[in-house]
């Protein structure tokens, strides 16, 4: 198989496929030419439903390499238009936990983040601008606990702008852990302490309200965070 690896299973039916994806791993082939997370979910269909050749898999949203999370895929075109359109119209709930350095303290339990940003394309880094600047992106954030130098957030983005929220984070003096880029002073395993951990939606074809949660690898214990419940 080109896409040998992994693949954690959340939910699967004839339209989607929700999977639970490892930090590190790439939503679709890089420069890297590392093993994409698409072509699992690829290789999976095309070995366990029994579909040789170029099997169909709808890419309906992204998280960074170095984030995890839950994932839908769409196994129809008519599937990837409907979950597409939902994205752009922004009415799926997405929630995250991140694991932050607090570089400042904490002086609210939550909030929103509401900042313009701007992205530099030749070095893929996103800086915050000025008004009438940029596009705005907004982010409501609240503190699930505290140890004695990080704090576990919990983030639900109303806009998705490249590297969101780790920019707002890095903004508010709570850079990432493992976010070197924006500013975080330790390491994480394989990329950054920020996790994808809930993501609602309405089926494409049901029209159902359905949710789907993952919690975040073992990796987060070492982080001496207390996790809440899932959703």
Not at 7 to 24: E, M, S, T, Y
Not at 167 to 193: E, M, S
Request: proline content about 5%.
């Amino acid at each position: 198989m080109s896409g040998a690896g992994s693949l954690r299973i959340l939910f699967q039916d004839n339209h989607l496929f929700v999977v639970a994806k490892p930090v590190g791993v790439p939503v679709q082939g890089d420069a890297s030419a590392a093993n994409s997370l698409l072509e699992r979910v690829r290789d999976h269909r095309r070995v366990a439903e029994n579909k040789p050749g170029n099997v169909f898999v709808g890419l309906v949203h992204r998280l960074d390499r170095a984030v995890s999370g839950v994932m839908v895929f769409a196994k129809t075109s008519k599937a990837a238009a409907r979950l597409s359109e939902q994205f752009r119209a922004r009415t799926v709930e997405k929630v995250y936990w991140a694991a932050v350095e607090m570089q400042r303290p904490i002086t609210s339990p939550g909030g929103v983040w509401k900042t313009n940003l701007e992205k530099d394309e030749r070095t893929n880094v996103v800086r915050v601008v000025g008004a009438g600047r940029g596009v705005e992106a907004v982010t409501e954030w609240k503190v699930l606990s505290k140890g004695p130098a990080n704090a576990l957030l919990e983030l639900r983005p109303k806009t998705g702008r490249s590297h969101q929220l780790r920019v707002q984070c890095a903004a508010a003096g709570l850079p990432i852990v493992g976010d070197r880029r924006y500013g975080a002073k330790t390491l994480f395993p394989d990329g950054i302490a920020l996790h994808a951990v809930m993501l609602a939606f309405d089926h494409p074809t049901t029209k159902e309200r359905v949710r789907f949660s993952t919690v975040p690898a073992a990796d987060w214990k070492a982080l001496g965070l207390k996790l809440p419940r899932l959703f």
